[in-house]
């Protein structure tokens, strides 16, 4: 399984940007998506996840401002990120937790990280 994420990059202090992140191969279900973000000299954190179902939840410095969504068709999740904030800055990882196989357990699959830096 592969996940590719995309949409990073620079912005400015209260601006955009929206995060996707595609999985791809082997795929029989996928169950939580998410989004973690690690800032420089500081540990991997949650910022979003959603569940099959659309149930959603948000690390408390983003509630209001980021919104996480996805498509089961495209097995894509996105995250829209409104009004960032310089301490936004960090890289963000797509996780997926991912049964490849409809006998075998689900693990977690992690993309390779898009870049999102906020200049105020």
């Known amino acids: 399984v592969q996940l590719q994420a995309s949409g990073g990059g620079l912005v400015q202090a209260g601006g955009s940007l929206r995060l996707s992140c595609a999985a791809s191969?082997?795929?029989?279900?996928?169950?939580?998506m998410g989004w973690y973000r690690q800032a420089p000299g500081e540990q991997r954190e949650l910022v979003a996840s959603?569940?099959?179902?659309?149930?959603?939840n948000y690390s408390d410095s983003v509630k209001g401002r980021f919104t996480i969504s996805r498509d089961n068709a495209k097995n894509t999740v996105y995250l829209q990120m409104n009004s960032l904030k310089p301490e936004d800055t960090a890289v963000y990882y797509c996780?997926?937790?991912?049964?490849?196989?409809?006998?075998?357990?689900?693990?977690?699959?992690w993309g390779q990280g898009t870049l999102v830096t906020v200049s105020s």
């Open positions: 996780n997926c937790n991912v049964r490849t196989r409809w006998y075998l357990s689900p693990r977690d699959f």
């Open positions: 191969g082997s795929i029989a279900s996928i169950n939580n």
């Open positions: 959603i569940t099959t179902d659309g149930i959603t």
